[in-house]
């Protein structure tokens, strides 16, 4: 099952400094049957205005990962870590047993990041950041796992639940395969481009919520950015 969610289907709000689209119930969006997709809880389309941001507050108990998709996020966090993380490249926070941050654009322009959730497994574990480049040419024609918490994953940022995060560039023409495995989740959104997923066209970030599949063959129609979770159900 493949199920395409339109971009213009999700939920959202705009602050002013903040325009957000929400792919699952979240904030003041609520909708019971978009709670999540598998151990996926959270996938935020978020644009930043220039100077702003998301002021100190707390998480616990939550694998967040921040795909910056244009400009340039800068994070600061309780545990003394401090770093800026530019487009193309992946943060993960693992809130763990508690944790405070903040999440500013102090660039000139806008900038936008997929903000994905994903709910852990195992026993709590103090809190920890890490951020990684990952240049988009290394994923031309292929998913390669951006933050994973399973066997074989080691170049990929650290996290601690049975999923995984992966992009993918593709060329107009161009196709990848990936094995989610029947029995898990995957949910799959294009940051760019417009592509078909075993029949089922999406375009530039619509939702594809994929379940009971075991491979999901990706064809791009047009030059395309692709983001993936692979998650246990």
């Known amino acids: 099952m493949i199920e395409r969610r339109p971009f213009d289907s999700l939920g959202g709000a ?7 689209k929400h792919h699952f119930s979240f904030a003041e969006y609520r909708d019971p049957s978009r709670m999540g997709w598998g151990a996926l809880r959270v996938w935020n389309d978020d644009t930043i205005a220039p100077g702003t941001g998301f002021p100190t507050h707390g998480h616990s108990d939550m694998e967040i990962i921040t795909y910056v998709r244009e400009g340039a996020i800068t994070h600061q966090d309780s545990l003394g870590n401090r770093g800026r993380t530019e487009a193309g ?5 693992s809130a763990g047993t508690g944790v405070r941050h903040s999440e500013y654009n102090l660039e000139q322009g806008v900038t936008k990041i997929f903000q994905i959730w994903i709910i852990p497994d195992g026993e709590r574990a103090a809190p920890s950041w890490g951020a990684k480049p990952f240049p988009k040419g290394d994923r031309s024609g292929q998913f390669v796992a951006l933050a994973s918490g399973l066997p074989g994953d080691e170049d990929a940022l650290p996290i601690r639940t049975d999923a995984r995060v992966l992009g993918a560039t593709l060329k107009a023409g161009e196709t990848a395969e990936y094995t989610i495995g029947k029995g ?49 159900p």
Do not use: C, F, K
């Open 14 to 20: 705009h602050h002013g400094w903040l325009d957000a």
């Open 89 to 93: 490249d992946v943060q993960v926070m």
């Open 184 to 232: 898990r989740r995957g949910y799959l959104v294009p940051a760019a481009g417009e592509v078909e997923v075993d029949g089922v066209r999406l375009n530039a970030r619509d939702g594809a919520a994929i379940a009971d599949v075991d491979t999901i063959r990706v064809t791009a129609l047009s030059d395309a950015e692709l983001v993936l979770v692979d998650s246990a």
